[in-house]
Nanobody, 124 residues
Framework: QVKLVESGGGLVQAGGSLRLSCAAS????????MGWFRQTPGMEREFVAT????????YYAGSVLGRFIISRDNAKNMVYLQMDSLKPEDTAVYYC?????????????????WGQGSRVTVSA
């Protein structure tokens, strides 16, 4: 069993930055693909970014490409999402997720473990 706990969310003005962290316990994350997703009320959870087990390959949603960076530190069992140039439309609850496949995925149903979410609010 893998437990994921997100932190680092909050309120920020448009154009600002936040760094989300995801701390894992229970298993070594070194063999898991990891992802970040986000969700707003009434909407389905949407893909933001994914990174493979080694950290060498990452993929992003078009809406965040060039502004967000996903990274991981397997020695610390941590995954991060650096978010720059934030926009009001980035406002959402952000979720960290672990995929038993080492490749990562853009698809919600491919993930086996989820955190409880961290709220990000971007004011205009």
């Amino acid at each position: 069993q893998v437990k994921l706990v997100e932190s680092g969310g909050g309120l920020v003005q448009a154009g600002g930055s936040l760094r989300l962290s995801c701390a894992a316990s229970g298993r070594d994350l070194g063999s898991f693909g990891m992802g970040w997703f986000r969700q707003t009320p009434g909407m389905e959870r949407e893909f933001v970014a994914t990174v493979d087990a080694s950290g060498d390959s990452a993929y992003y949603a078009g809406s965040v490409l060039g502004r967000f960076i996903i990274s991981r530190d397997n020695a610390k069992n941590m995954v991060y999402l650096q978010m720059d140039s934030l926009k009001p439309e980035d406002t959402a609850v952000y979720y960290c997720a672990a995929d038993s496949s080492p490749y990562g995925s853009r698809v919600v149903r491919d993930y086996d473990y989820w955190g409880q979410g961290s709220r990000v609010t971007v004011s205009a």
